[in-house]
């Protein structure tokens, strides 16, 4: 499982692509001086074995976006720009911006302990829990267990299935740390008990705050913060090794990703809109230069 939930991960990294082979037809955008060379990315996505690719570049000379293959290869339906997918762990670009703007109206300090804001029926039951900070979760320092080590078992079976933030971290109740408290590599918990932080000091769904916050602000019409699934999604893909067949795994990702207040995975999106949300942000449009 936590080969498969890697693969599912990493296909959505260089702004989304669905893992695995088939060579099809290739949208190429001409007006873009560099639209060649960025489209060379695309082909050499689908020649490795992607099944459809969608990529935006941003640069001085303007915004290029490109896709290739397919977005549903039973239906034999072409990946476009339209085509949403799930954009897993580039979620977390939008829940921490959120957590610094809810820090620059006053709401939260991201030196706090997060056992400031969270009770301790939930802190005392996850390891390191009642030490670390916001900032800590943020920077993936806290040590806390990762909870995908112990979430294979409801993913195949489908017991998990829209799990929320809070029922997803009971699956690391009264286990070990990863790492001790200011350590720790990654892991996907901390954002979740960031989810029950937002919820929290907001009195709101933390998808709702992402939105709000977010999302409506910069006009991202093809991105969603929620439980609801678009119209337009992509399928997923999977083979364990390049010479097996291709599996259509779309309902193991519905089973794992995106219950209620899952920032850690969960958002819907398009290259251009996460282009879009990155270029607002490292231009200092959403966040103060403080907080940046």
């Not at 720009?81 to 610094?100: C, D, E, Q, V």
């Not at 079976?157 to 009971?170: F, H, K, M, R």
């Not at 519905?254 to 850690?264: K, L, P, R, T």
């Amino acid at each position: 499982m936590k080969k498969l939930w890697f693969l599912t991960v990493l296909t959505v990294a260089f702004v989304t692509m669905n893992s695995c082979r088939d060579d099809q037809s290739i949208d190429v955008p001409t007006e873009h001086p560099n639209s060649k060379k960025y489209q060379r990315i695309v082909d050499q996505f689908i020649a490795a074995g992607a099944v459809g690719v969608n990529i935006t570049v941003t640069s001085p000379e303007g915004t290029w976006s490109g896709s290739g293959g397919l977005a549903d290869r039973e239906k034999g339906i072409r990946m476009s720009a339209n085509n949403r997918l799930r954009i897993g762990s580039m979620t977390k670009m939008f829940a921490s911006t959120t957590i610094l703007k809810l820090q620059e109206e006053g709401l939260l300090n991201i030196k706090d302990k997060i056992n400031k804001y969270l009770p301790h029926t939930i802190t005392d039951r996850i390891a390191n829990a009642n030490e670390v900070t916001i900032e800590q979760c943020l920077n993936h320092r806290a040590g806390i267990r990762n909870y995908l080590q112990d979430i294979a078992p409801g993913v195949f079976d489908g017991s998990i299935v829209n799990y929320s933030a809070e029922q997803t971290l009971q699956l690391i109740y009264d286990k070990p740390a990863d790492d001790p408290v200011g350590k720790g590599y990654y892991s996907n918990s901390n954002y979740l008990l960031l989810s029950l932080v937002i919820k929290k000091v907001t009195g709101k769904p933390p998808y709702q705050v992402i939105t709000e916050k977010i999302i409506t602000p910069l006009g991202l019409k093809n991105t969603t913060a929620s439980t609801l699934l678009p119209d337009q999604l992509t399928r997923s893909y999977y083979a364990e090794t390049a010479a097996e067949p291709v599996t259509e795994v779309t309902h193991i990702d519905n089973n794992g990703i995106g219950g209620e207040g899952a920032i850690d995975g969960g958002m819907i999106s398009t290259s251009s809109d996460v282009a879009q949300f990155l270029e607002n942000l490292l231009t200092n449009k959403i966040l103060s230069p403080a907080s940046m």
